[in-house]
Nanobody
């Protein structure tokens, strides 16, 4: 019903920048929010940044001031601009789309994209 596809991950040096993209498609009636999460082995998945259809945003304290989330509603796409990257930012980053479909409101996840920050 809903497809979520992330792109833009890769290897970057500390202090560098990376931009992630996430496109949602399918039988979507309306969007409530889109968000980025990240997860490392043995650790609970955590919210990184979230943006609502009203353009309200929130960020994890660890990324505030360094990361920026934005949306292009016409393309059903959300972006995560990551600046001043640190090794502790290394994780698999997942895009989440909180949407209304024919079935119900629900969360749909992308496959994840690996971000590695290392020198």
């Amino acid at each position: 019903q809903v497809q979520v596809v992330e792109s833009g991950g890769g290897l970057v040096q500390p202090g560098g920048s990376l931009r992630l993209s996430c496109a949602a498609s399918g039988s979507i009636l309306s969007f409530y929010a889109m968000a980025w999460y990240r997860q490392t082995p043995g650790k609970q998945r955590e919210l990184v940044a979230r943006i609502t259809n009203g353009r309200r945003t929130n960020y994890a304290d660890s990324v505030k001031g360094r990361f920026t989330i934005s949306r292009d509603n016409a393309k059903n796409t959300v972006y995560l601009q990551m600046n001043s990257l640190k090794p502790e930012d290394t994780a698999v980053y997942y895009c989440n789309a909180d949407v209304l479909t024919v079935v119900a409101r629900g969360d749909y996840w992308g496959q994840g994209t690996q971000v590695t920050v290392s020198s």
